[in-house]
């Protein structure tokens, strides 16, 4: 018969504390990945509007309008046209826009995501 130290050296495995502890992690994970992902398809819908007003606007109004008219459509709350930095380079508009977004996780705690994109970067 075996002691009983050399069967448990050769059990592996979790122990009950650490299971509970790697699954609280990825909880947490999973709710600040819930929270984060809506203003990412938010900003993917920002870009592509931007890129579609900057190619069919030639006047910072009628690019503006353009975003404008995009985001009622894709339910874009975080900018609006007015917000946009509309610039010409040579026969080319270029639309900048910046925002951010705070997520609140628990009591004072926020995550603070920063947006920056461009129609002229190569982000689709």
């Known amino acids: 018969m075996k002691p009983m130290q050399s069967t448990r050296s050769s059990q592996r495995g979790l122990s009950l504390i650490s299971l509970l502890f ?12 819930a929270r984060v992902l809506p ?53 080319k508009v270029v639309v900048d826009f910046a925002y951010d977004k705070e997520i609140p996780l628990v009591g004072p705690a926020y995550l603070l995501l920063k947006y920056r994109g461009s129609s002229a970067s190569g982000y689709n």
């Open 39 to 91: 203003t990412a398809t938010e900003f993917m819908a920002i870009q592509k509007a931007v890129k579609k007003a900057a190619a069919d606007g030639d006047t910072v109004p009628a690019v503006r309008a353009a975003f404008d008219r995009a985001a009622s459509v894709d339910y874009i709350t975080s900018i609006s046209g007015k917000d946009l930095d509309v610039t010409k380079m040579g026969d």
């Open 22 to 33: 790697f699954g609280v992690l990825l909880a947490l994970v999973v709710v600040v990945g």
